[in-house]
């Protein structure tokens, strides 16, 4: 199976399967002199395991993670580091039923076409546990962005049809909240939208943002390796994501150009701009304004209701899953995106250091 690695300098591979032993990742490029503990990267795996709330899936799993190579005395030695998390709650027999049947919405179907069989213990490699190991991993570069004044924050911008008020935004409720929104006011009504789904036996969608801030102009390249383009990749390709939005996204095609551009300033001698539609990137370099990306994600396919489907003998037939599911994804992805992020604009970084002659002549120019 190809397409588990991701990067090209600091570079991650996942591993692991939704009731496999373990689910993990193993990075290299990752720099040595790093301090790094496992307690740096649970912080990040807590915002993302289930069981936190009533609006997440009962499924109970500590998602501990283990160091298993790459760090010695609490420092990164420059190999690749290996990190594992445990499984310790699978019910696999809660998925024997649809080893028959294709469930709708779900990547059954498109896995046998591909593969000749699949592995039905909750979705295999198609699961959200899966991303554990994103979530390790972007631990990891965060920590590195930190390092250099750049931050990548994620959270929840609507629920449904409950949207968070940005001029009531506040950082501490994305971590208080059980929906991860930074409008405490909004969430209580998104909790309360979430659980009449619930009682529907139903699901539900939801938009997330992550935005980068303190991240220079110059980073990201012109045609193929655009930033606004890999930040797109990474982050699409977190499951049930369906749309990613940079800037002001789609509004932007509404638009006349003189309404559209931002204009630049002069700052302290600095270029700034007036505004920012672009979402910090123009011509897939960063501009030095905040970078703002978006998602939209789905309804969480397993539902209770009864649904149509078909069976591997290519008959039609009604289904009922069962089994431990989200009503929604958003709240528990949202950490997910913000390690998207973080891993693609700290490689992005990494291959910049070589853009520049003159940076390689100054590294490695002795000092006189």
Same mark, same amino acid.
């Given at each position: 199976m190809?397409g588990s690695? =991701?990067?090209?300098?600091f570079k991650?591979t996942?591993?692991?399967e939704? /009731?496999?032993?373990? @689910? ?10 790093l301090?790094?503990? $496992?307690?740096d990267?649970q912080?990040? @795996? ?11 899936t009962p499924?109970? $799993?500590d ?5 298993l ?13 290996? @990190?594992?998390?445990?499984n310790?709650s699978?019910k696999?027999?809660?998925?024997s #039923?649809i ?9 059954d179907?498109?896995f ?8 039905y213990r909750?979705g295999g ?7 554990? &190991?994103r ?8 920590k590195i962005?930190?390092?250099m004044?750049?931050?990548? =924050? ?13 001029? /009531? ?6 971590f ?9 006011? !909004?969430?209580?009504?998104a909790v309360?939208?979430?659980? #009449?789904?619930k009682?529907?036996?139903d ?10 801030? &303190?991240l ?6 012109p045609?193929?390796?655009k930033?606004d383009? +890999? ?13 990613v $939005? ?9 638009r006349k150009?003189s ?9 302290d ?5 007036a505004?920012?539609? !672009? &979402?910090?990137? @123009?011509? &897939? ?10 998602? /939209?994600v789905k309804?969480t396919?397993s539902?209770?209701?009864?649904? #149509? ?5 290519g008959?039609?037939i009604?289904? +009922?899953?069962?089994?431990? /599911? ?5 709240p ?5 995106? #913000?390690?998207?992020t ?14 520049k002659l ?11």
């Amino acid at each position: 199976m190809a397409g588990s690695t =991701f990067g090209t300098i600091f570079k991650i591979t996942t591993w692991g399967e939704s /009731h496999g032993k373990a @689910l993990g990742v193993v990075i290299d490029g990752c720099p040595a002199g790093l301090k790094l503990c $496992e307690d740096d990267i649970q912080q990040y @795996l807590n915002r993302r395991k289930p069981g936190t709330s009533s609006i997440t899936t009962p499924r109970k $799993e500590d998602d501990s993670v283990e160091i298993l190579s790459g760090v010695f005395e609490g420092r990164t030695t420059g190999t690749p580091i290996s @990190l594992m998390v445990r499984n310790t709650s699978q019910k696999s027999g809660d998925y024997s #039923e649809i080893a028959s049947f294709y469930r709708p919405g779900h990547a059954d179907y498109t896995f046998d076409e591909k593969y000749g069989f699949r592995d039905y213990r909750g979705g295999g490699r198609s699961s959200g546990r899966e991303t554990i &190991g994103r979530v390790a991993a972007g631990a990891v570069a965060a920590k590195i962005l930190k390092q250099m004044g750049i931050t990548v =924050f994620a959270y929840t911008r609507s629920i449904g049809p409950v949207h968070a008020d940005m001029e /009531h935004f506040d950082r501490d409720a994305v971590f208080s909240t059980p929906t991860a929104m930074p409008d405490r006011k !909004a969430s209580d009504e998104a909790v309360a939208y979430l659980e #009449e789904a619930k009682k529907a036996t139903d699901s539900v969608g939801g938009c997330m943002e992550c935005i980068v801030e &303190g991240l220079p102009a110059g980073i990201g390249d012109p045609v193929f390796e655009k930033l606004d383009a +890999n930040l797109a990749k990474a982050v699409m390709s977190i499951g049930a994501v369906k749309a990613v $939005e940079i800037g002001d996204g789609c509004a932007v095609s509404g638009r006349k150009g003189s309404e559209n551009n931002d204009a630049f300033r002069m700052n302290d001698g600095h270029v700034i701009k007036a505004t920012n539609h !672009a &979402g910090g990137i @123009l011509g &897939g370099i960063s501009d030095g304004s905040t970078i703002l990306v978006r998602a /939209h994600v789905k309804p969480t396919p397993s539902v209770f209701l009864t649904q #149509e489907t078909v069976n591997k003998a290519g008959e039609e037939i009604n289904v +009922n899953i069962k089994g431990r /599911h989200d009503p929604i994804i958003v709240p528990r992805a949202v950490v997910v995106m #913000e390690c998207m992020t973080a891993l693609t604009v700290l490689d992005a970084m990494m291959v910049n250091m070589s853009a520049k002659l003159d940076s390689l002549i100054d590294f490695y120019t002795p000092a006189k």
